[in-house]
């Protein structure tokens, strides 16, 4: 393996990775607000919102991630306005992984028993604040292994965003791998920053999993 790929396009390395992380933060942030609103939508008792969360859901899983991003892409300009390729990119990575969230908070919801939230109800609150304050709190706990699981798919998942030149790491290791034709020692590189990113995140979330199922003995 040729280390000197790594020495001398580590500048452009950390480029990537900078993009990369700043992607996946954001889309990190807007998949589980969004996954938590739909969440509540499926479980409503307005069908209205019911059916919106559950159709959702339902057309968002069921379509590839690199369609949701052509999507933001390509189909901004029809209303008006032209999306670059990393607000798009995340913009995609945001909405594809805030239904499988949205999903797995919604069977957090379902585990909680049911008395929870009939006690809340019959000691005055209303049904968003038995959300907030009652619910939610306890299914989130019931879930973190699946977010996790979701949290690292998204990072590993931004390398889509080097298809609509997003300037994450994979756009910028295509570029390293244009000047030097060292195909396998550029991308072995990449799949070691995608270690360091996802790694510690695994580990983290194990560590606070195991916390809170501590705490709740």
């Not at 008792?45 to 390509?74: C, H, K, M, Q, S």
């Not at 790491?169 to 072995?188: G, H, Q």
Request: proline residues 3%; without cysteine.
């Amino acid at each position: 393996m040729d280390f000197s790929i790594l020495t001398d396009y580590f500048g452009t390395y950390m480029l990537g990775l900078r993009g990369t992380l700043l992607s996946s933060l954001l889309g990190l942030i807007g998949s589980f607000v969004l996954g938590l609103i739909i969440a509540v939508f499926r479980i409503s008792g307005v069908r209205a919102l019911r059916w919106f969360g559950t159709g959702y859901t339902e057309f968002i899983r069921n379509i590839p991630l690199l369609l949701v991003v052509y999507i933001f892409y390509y189909g901004s300009s029809a209303v008006g306005s032209s999306l670059d390729g990393f607000p798009a990119g995340t913009l995609g990575l945001a909405v594809y992984t805030s239904a499988f969230i949205a999903e797995a908070i919604r069977a957090g919801i379902a585990a909680v028993p049911k008395g929870q939230t009939e006690a809340a109800r019959s000691s005055g609150l209303t049904y968003m604040q038995t959300m907030i304050h009652v619910v939610l709190p306890q299914a989130i706990k019931l879930v973190i292994p699946p977010l996790g699981n979701q949290f690292i798919n998204l990072i590993k998942n931004s390398s889509v965003l080097t298809i609509v030149s997003g300037f994450d790491l994979m756009f910028y290791a295509d570029s390293i791998n244009t000047d030097t034709f060292r195909t396998f020692d550029t991308y072995v590189f990449v799949a070691l920053f995608y270690l360091v990113m996802t790694l510690p995140m695994s580990y983290g979330m194990r560590v606070w999993e195991r916390r809170l199922q501590h705490s709740a003995r």
